[in-house]
């Protein structure tokens, strides 16, 4: 079974501001490396069976993290490795085709766990369709942004 899941900061929370930084301006306009770097800190969290993929102590920006799922799941799909890693840490996330399975493995801690296709796929495009709404609905200009429409699953 997979968890994945993300939340907003507490009100107060330093990163908290990352979402208020976003909301000045024209969100339609926000260049790809603002939104991908500088906005939307989130708390994250990613359990495969009984494996902390991503722990939910962990602050990411949910842009990047949403473009490097995709990515990665547009590899899987295409019969090809892949791997997502994190701008606030060294840790890559590797996943490995494994016949009809995807071994995940990490650059940094020693488990290893393994998941149907179909299912991480699954995860993968829920997850990148609560970050779409998520985002839009709590600035209605990033709809229209080129980098946000790239996150909803093809």
Known sequence: MIHLSFSLPEPGSPWRRTWEGAKQGDPAGIAEIDLR??????NVEML??????ISKRRFVTLV???????????????????AFGFTESEEVIHLHLDGDLIALTSSK??????????????AFSSFLREVHSCLTSEIPGLA?????????PE
């Open 109 to 122: 801690r020693p488990w290893r766990v393994t998941v149907e296709h179909e299912e991480l796929a699954s």
């Open 64 to 82: 990047d993290l949403a473009l490097s799922l995709s990515h990665a799941e547009r590899r899987i799909s295409s019969g090809e490795d892949a």
């Open 37 to 42: 770097y500088k906005y939307f800190g989130v």
């Open 144 to 152: 229209v942004n080129p980098v946000i429409r790239q996150i909803l």
């Open 48 to 53: 495969v069976d009984s494996v902390e993929v």
